[in-house]
């Protein structure tokens, strides 16, 4: 056996393709997720749920003849879950001259998957294993090789302080890898051996550092196992004790343990009997991606998926296995709704733990807490309120005392909103309908939990902003609404400059991920996002502004399937493919969300309708193992990207939030009201907007106008003298700033404004720091 494979350190590495066909873990001890797609096993996370460790482990049927078949590119395969809601799956490949059955299951008591192979019809062919480490999530500085160890041979690879180990066993309980060879891809890998030989000749028995790849021969039927480790020694030691099991025990066990899991639920959510089968399955699913997506050294955090959006185009470090604390919340309210009240605790507890001293949260993070994004969404400060307050409501908080995490975060919102950086789809700044949705009711919510001048405070802010959604946020006579014959609707974001010009909503606005840019007003720009004020109770349903925006935007947005409707996030959003079928690149066009079906759905509960179409719509957008994609494709067949109309696009799937508002929306139909609609916020505004004569100023969102009548209240990171004036400074007034009240400063000037006046101030700050500029503020 030649030792060294030249030609390192290989092709530039990259990840599998996003559409799973199913992801899956063991409950209990063991710290493995694995992903399947194309009919094969792609990415395995070890030992935490954002790290991958291989980019996929697949199959070759040859001859050694001339003969040979990769059965990922071959493409006929279906996939058969062992029962709805359990991560055991058997993948069936057809082909004229075999049929090649692989059962995947994760080992219940090890960091191992294991794998059943059979080799069905014409005896000339024999199956080979190809294995493509990614240890660390990288393809840089890998290092494989083939070798026996304690009298098995065995594949390896290390990189750092991860390692791997594959080892096999025939039928029979024999040595199962008959022949190996490690190389570099895209130079002597297995799939240019075969490519270019038609059977197996390369020998090298090591490969490394870099991207390299791994090939073993296997008998027409073995089990294998992945093993992984600290070492290769350790990583084998276990591969050979999962080995010692029969595949149908480990299957047994996976499978009994899940049951258990579902059980538990199921009794606390007994209406899910009457949903029809398919849906009752994809729920079942549903709730076990959930699950599945939680970390183990880390309990609570949830990524947003195990796929990396366009992973087959390169090598990226983030991907979507990443915790956003939005995504986070939403899969912790699916859990409440299911009656998981352990695991929704847990995803609290980790919410608290992460937070930062100034109360916000890391716009995504990895496991540890440090952050991959920085941008500042204040709807994912917001949610971790709401959390806490819904686990409170359902008794369910245990030992948990947030007092501490809520008082920080509300302190961060009123000192930084109601203008967000990026709103939820993380690129713009403004004032997005959906946030203000969420930090209005986190503040009423929250404000149970303060002492009672903290708590008015948060509720004075609460009112304010709600009287001013309409202000900020809804377009009058534009030209968008002219051509549809709206008098007036929400739009997607306000921008900034509402708080300084009532006029900014004729602005041009910039769509980050389009170029060139559709010169769009943001007065024209279009979301659901609105509909966030019905679902949690700060606007009637049958608003007459709620429904003329729906209107307008089921003209725009919606998209009618074979199977239902599904809405666009946007008009002219850019992220998804282009219409030629290539990867998003930063930019392209998007695509239908079937997620924003079932927060159609919810909007239908909250008007009294029924939801169902909706929740049968978000099934038939499921893979067939009921993986729910975030999008899918509206153009063209184009088979050679992969893409099949209303069929999963290349972005991320399965997306964790997607399964849980499907939870969400089928517990909402059976409890008829949304689930997570905060009850402290219905019991205060029951979907009528408030009167509030108080309006709020701070340093980052200096509002530059005023109704006449109304009162003003400045919110101060540190105690400071108001200097103000109602005549250009022929007279001068003083104000001192109050006592902390949510760690905040508040100053109240003794002044109504009536029309016509122009406030003038500076604040002189008590530490002695310089005055600030001068500020406005016109009533009028």
Request: proline share 7%; glycine share 10%.
């Amino acid at each position: 056996m030649n030792q060294n494979a030249p030609g390192g350190p290989g092709a530039p590495a990259t990840w599998s393709p996003s559409r799973k066909d199913m992801i899956g873990c063991a409950l209990g001890p063991p710290r493995l997720w694995y992903t399947l797609g194309q009919g094969i096993v792609n990415e395995v996370y070890y030992p935490r749920v954002d790290i991958p460790q291989i980019r996929d482990l697949g199959f070759i049927v040859a001859d050694d003849k001339g003969f040979w078949v990769e059965v990922k590119r071959h493409g006929d395969y279906v996939v058969q879950p062992c029962g709805a809601g359990a991560p055991v799956v058997t993948l069936t490949h057809h082909h004229p001259r075999f049929t090649l059955r692989i059962g995947i299951c994760p080992d219940p008591r090890r960091d191992v998957l294991m794998l059943e192979v059979v080799l069905e019809g014409d005896s000339d062919l024999h199956p080979y294993v190809l294995l493509a480490p990614r240890l660390g999530g990288s393809g840089d500085r890998n290092e494989a090789w083939y070798e026996r160890y304690r009298g098995r041979h065995v594949l390896c690879a290390r990189q750092g302080p991860f390692a791997l180990a594959l080892a096999a066993r025939s039928e029979d309980g024999e040595d199962g890898l008959m022949r190996g060879a490690a190389g570099y891809v895209g130079e002597n890998d297995g799939w240019q051996d075969f490519a270019r030989h038609g059977a197996m000749r390369w020998t090298h028995a090591q490969a490394g550092p870099g991207n390299v790849a791994l090939t073993g021969a296997l008998p027409r039927r073995a089990v294998l196992a992945l093993g992984f480790g600290s070492g290769c020694r350790s990583a084998a030691t276990l591969a050979f004790a999962s080995l010692s099991h029969d595949y149908a025990h480990v299957v047994d066990h996976c499978c009994a343990q899940w049951e258990t899991w579902h059980r538990v639920w199921q009794a606390q959510f007994p209406e899910v009997e009457a949903l029809e089968r398919p849906l009752f399955e994809l729920l079942r699913t549903s709730a076990m991606v959930v699950k599945a997506h939680e970390d183990k050294t880390y309990p609570g955090a949830v990524v947003a998926s195990l796929s990396i959006p366009w992973g087959e185009t390169r090598e990226r470090e983030g991907g979507y296995h990443l915790v956003w604390p939005r995504d986070l919340v939403e899969t912790a309210g699916a859990l409440l709704a299911l009656g998981a009240h352990d695991d929704a605790r847990a995803n609290l507890r980790y919410l608290i733990a992460t937070q930062h001293a100034d109360g916000h949260w890391h716009q995504n993070q990895w496991l540890g807490g440090r952050a991959y994004w920085t941008g500042q969404q204040l709807d994912e400060t917001a949610f971790p309120v709401l959390l806490a307050g819904a686990l409170d409501a359902h008794g369910a908080l245990g030992d948990i005392q947030p007092r501490h995490m809520i008082r920080q975060a509300l302190s961060y919102l009123a000192l930084n909103g109601p203008v967000s950086d990026q709103d939820r789809w993380e690129e713009d700044c403004g004032l997005s309908p959906f946030t203000l949705a969420v930090m209005i009711a986190a503040l009423v919510a929250g404000a149970d939990y303060l002492p009672p001048a903290e708590r008015d405070l948060a509720l004075e802010l609460a009112d304010s902003w709600n009287t001013q959604i309409e202000d900020w946020t809804v377009a009058r006579d534009s030209e968008l609404g002219q051509r549809h014959g709206i008098a007036a609707h929400y739009v997607r974001v306000g921008p900034r400059g509402m708080l300084q010009d009532r006029r900014a909503l004729n602005e041009a606005i910039i769509v980050n991920n389009r170029d060139p840019q559709p010169g769009l007003k943001a007065n024209g720009h279009i979301s659901l996002d609105f509909l966030q004020l019905v679902r949690y109770g700060l606007r009637r349903a049958d608003d007459p502004l709620v429904l003329d925006t729906l209107a307008l935007a089921d003209r725009l947005l919606k998209i009618e399937t074979p199977h239902g409707p599904v809405w666009y996030r946007y008009n002219e959003d850019g992220y998804g493919e282009h219409d030629d079928g290539s990867p998003f690149d930063g930019i392209g066009r998007g695509r239908p969300w079937p997620l924003l079906a079932g927060e159609r759905g919810h909007y239908e509960i909250a008007a009294g309708g029924d939801p169902l179409p909706l929740l049968r719509a978000m099934a038939a957008s499921a893979s067939p193992a009921g993986m729910l994609p975030e999008q899918i494709w509206d153009g063209r067949p184009l088979p050679e990207c992969g893409l099949a109309p209303y069929a999963p696009t290349g972005s991320a799937m399965p997306l964790a939030w997607a399964h849980a508002e499907f939870i969400k929306l089928a517990a909402g139909r059976a409890r008829g009201r949304p689930v997570d609609r905060p009850e402290a916020v219905w019991r205060r505004y029951r979907g009528e907007r408030p009167a509030s004569r108080i309006r709020f100023w701070t340093l980052a969102a200096p509002a530059g106008w005023i109704d006449a009548g109304c009162r003003l209240k400045l919110l101060l990171p540190r105690a400071a003298v108001l200097l103000w004036s109602l005549d250009d400074w022929q007279h001068a007034h003083k104000t001192t700033s109050a006592a902390a009240l949510l760690g905040i400063h508040p100053v109240t000037p003794d002044w109504t404004a009536q029309s016509g006046q122009t406030l003038r101030f500076t604040l002189r700050w008590a530490d002695g720091s310089p005055n600030t500029p001068e500020y406005r503020i016109v009533c009028g």
